[in-house]
């Protein structure tokens, strides 16, 4: 599905922002590189200024990273509990104590 100019420009911003804040997501050059497009052209789209041909490729590139990092917070978010001599291994947030080797 092709995503709207207003969508890729948000994701790419938002992309940006987790860039700066340390996040360790591919680079904006990567992405270009991706999407077989110049990092200029990619620095235009994020300032909502693309063709067609852009938008469609970016499309493909964003729908990719989506699914390729959901699955990595999904493994993020596991988690191992330990009681009673039984392993529990559980998906989402744990309220447990976080065990540590000292």
Not at 36 to 56: C, F, P, V
Not at 69 to 87: D, G, M, S, Y
């Amino acid at each position: 599905m092709i995503k709207t100019k207003r969508d890729i420009t948000l994701w790419l911003l938002t992309h940006q922002k987790r860039l700066r804040a340390g996040d360790e997501l591919p680079t904006i050059t990567s992405i270009a590189d991706r999407a077989g497009i110049h990092r200029d052209t990619l620095y235009e789209a994020i300032n909502g200024r693309m063709s067609e041909t852009t938008q469609r490729r970016l499309s493909i590139v964003i729908e990719r990273l989506e699914a390729e990092f959901e699955c990595k917070f999904r493994t993020k978010l596991a988690h191992v509990t330990i009681a009673n001599n039984h392993i529990r291994l559980g998906f989402g947030i744990s309220n447990s104590q976080i065990l540590r080797k000292s």
